[in-house]
């Protein structure tokens, strides 16, 4: 490396500052941490080998889908989409007034801004799974459980996303509402609201998406939707019927997220 | 209070400062001892610094920084005990232009300007948005008084600065103040259109009798579009006077040195010096 001298009508260019072993230092750390998780948690690779002869029969078939069983898994992939629908309809109305409320830009008292900070992180802290589980054991077996389930997973996951889309924002708009004599709800309504609207648009269809996968899985447990077919085919080793329905979610999957994802870029402008 | 129809309306509302001083929370001392008098109607440049207190001694005025010491009152009415709804009936008749235009870029011009009404719009009506045939008149008035009426409807980012700026003022006369605070309106503005807003703040304190405070970096400008100048430095009022009377000397008081080229608008830059 030859240095640049300084001479006449040049400066002298800076040298370039050494990196520090920090780096190095830290990927070796993650590699050691990660060794030491799977010796922990005794992680058996060669079993896998061992097991491969049992699993291939189910394998095969799971590439084979019957598509005979087509009309039968009609209904309840109506029920896991209308399920879906509805509880992302119910969480985006009762998560954006509360995301307004755990965001310091908008809420000026900070024990409110706590304690919906705090509950929300509870409702979050709680699987949907398990969700859908005490549903089904308080409500019953069926749709009404699932999307009580999903209502609750979608409020956590949008009071937290929005929340903190708003804490992003620019708050001149605001002050300017406040200065011409508003309150703090007319200023967050006039000056905030527009301002988070496109990526809170965003977020509902984020987990418009997620809750067609989610509502899938928590029929597993008896709340709706095709995740009790799943579990009913599931039991009877019909591998060609799961293979069917893996497909439609697959499909369903895809269109959900392209729909989506062309409405997200709209709203980004 | 609803203001009459399209008639221009408002108290006149003198602004007096007896020993206000400001401690920021951080223990940075903005302001002290500021005592003075602004009578309705007047047009006054402050100038100083940056970090003088010139926007803290503005912001004063409506309650955005609250005053730690002394007494401020706007038409008597005492701004620095005022908290909540009083506070409140204090910023509607002081409208405030900001440096950065302060506008909701992703709506449009008019419910920014509608944004100016809100003092006097129950909270119903603004979180439907239904605003009252009067309030969007009024605010059309003032958007017509800025010569911007025909953007009503276009998104506030799709404006270029000036006209962001001209909007800010529309919100600001939309409230039909008494007085309006400009915090360094055309520090991001180039020269031209730093005259065209200049101009606009000139004509609302001509022709409604609305008092104007105004902020400005450049001396020439302050000097130009002002019956009074305030000089600041280090959070002190070191001069009260007309703006002819702003000689070097005078200058010198507030700024701690001589003039240079960065502290007027219409100068070639001097790169040479930085």
């Known amino acids: 490396m030859s240095q640049v001298a300084a001479g006449p009508g040049r400066t002298a260019r800076p040298t370039r500052p050494r990196r ?3 780096t190095w230092v830290t990927g070796v750390v993650l590699v050691a941490i990660t060794v030491w998780a799977g010796i922990g948690v005794q992680v058996d690779i060669p079993a896998i080998w061992r097991n491969m002869g049992n699993a291939s029969g189910t394998i095969v078939k799971l590439t084979q889908p019957d598509y005979s069983f087509f009309p039968q898994t009609l209904k309840p992939l109506g029920q896991t989409l209308l399920m879906a629908v509805i509880a992302t309809a119910l969480g985006s109305a009762l998560s954006l007034p509360l995301a307004f409320l755990a965001s310091r830009t908008t809420t000026g008292t900070r024990w409110v801004v706590g304690v919906v900070r705090l509950l929300n992180n509870l409702v979050r802290a709680v699987p949907d799974l398990l969700y859908a589980a005490v549903f089904v054991a308080v409500i019953g077996t069926g749709a009404l459980s699932g999307i009580a389930a999903l209502f609750l997973f979608n409020l956590g996951i949008l009071v937290k996303l929005v929340s903190e889309a708003i804490d992003g924002l620019d708050t001149g708009a605001q002050e300017a509402a406040l200065a011409a004599g508003g309150t703090k709800f007319a200023a967050n309504r006039t000056a905030m609201l527009p301002a988070v609207a496109p990526s809170y648009a965003a977020q509902v269809l984020y ?3 997620l809750n067609i996968r989610a509502s899938t899985v928590i029929g597993l447990v ?13 039991t009877f080793y019909h591998y060609h019927y799961l293979a069917l329905i893996i497909l439609e979610i697959l499909v369903l999957v895809l269109i959900v997220e392209t729909a989506s994802s062309a409405l997200r870029k709209r709203l980004a402008r | 209070m609803p203001a009459g129809h399209r ?19 951080n223990g940075h001392r903005g302001l002290s001892g500021i005592s003075l008098s602004i009578p309705a109607g007047q047009m006054v440049g402050i100038v100083g610094l940056s970090g003088a207190g010139k926007s803290t001694l503005i912001r004063t005025i409506n309650g955005l920084v609250p005053a730690t010491e002394g007494t401020l009152t706007v038409g008597g009415r005492d701004v620095t005990r005022a908290r909540g709804s009083e506070l409140r009936a204090v910023r509607a008749q002081v409208g405030m232009v900001f440096q950065g235009f302060n506008l909701a870029g992703r709506t449009t011009v008019l419910n920014n300007v509608l944004m100016g009404r809100l003092y006097s719009t129950p909270w119903w009506r603004t979180l439907l948005a239904a605003w009252k045939a009067d309030d969007v008149e009024a605010a059309m008035a003032a958007l017509e008084r800025v010569e911007i009426v025909q953007k009503a409807y276009t998104r506030a980012s799709e404006l270029s600065g000036g006209q962001q700026q001209r909007v800010g003022i529309a919100r600001a006369l939309a409230q039909r103040p008494s007085v309006i605070l400009a915090d360094e309106p055309v ?10 807003v200049m101009e606009h703040l000139r004509r609302i304190n001509g022709e409604l009798g609305v008092t104007v405070v105004t902020n400005l970096h450049f001396l020439d400008l302050a000097k130009e579009y002002s019956d009074r100048l305030l000089g600041l430095r280090a959070g002190s009022l070191v001069f009260d006077g007309r703006g002819e009377e702003a000689d070097e000397a005078v200058f010198e008081s507030i700024y701690g040195r001589s003039l240079k080229a960065d502290d007027v608008l219409d100068a070639v830059p001097d790169l040479g010096e930085r």
């Open chain 1, 207 to 209: 987990t418009f998406e």
């Open chain 2, 7 to 25: 008639q221009e309306r408002r108290e006149a509302s003198e602004v007096v400062f007896d020993g206000v001083g400001v401690t920021y929370p």
């Open chain 2, 187 to 196: 520090a991001s503005l180039d020269p031209p259109t730093s005259h065209v």
């Open chain 1, 20 to 22: 520090g072993a920090g």
């Open chain 1, 222 to 234: 008896g709340a709706g939707g095709l995740g009790v077919l799943i579990d009913n085919v599931r």
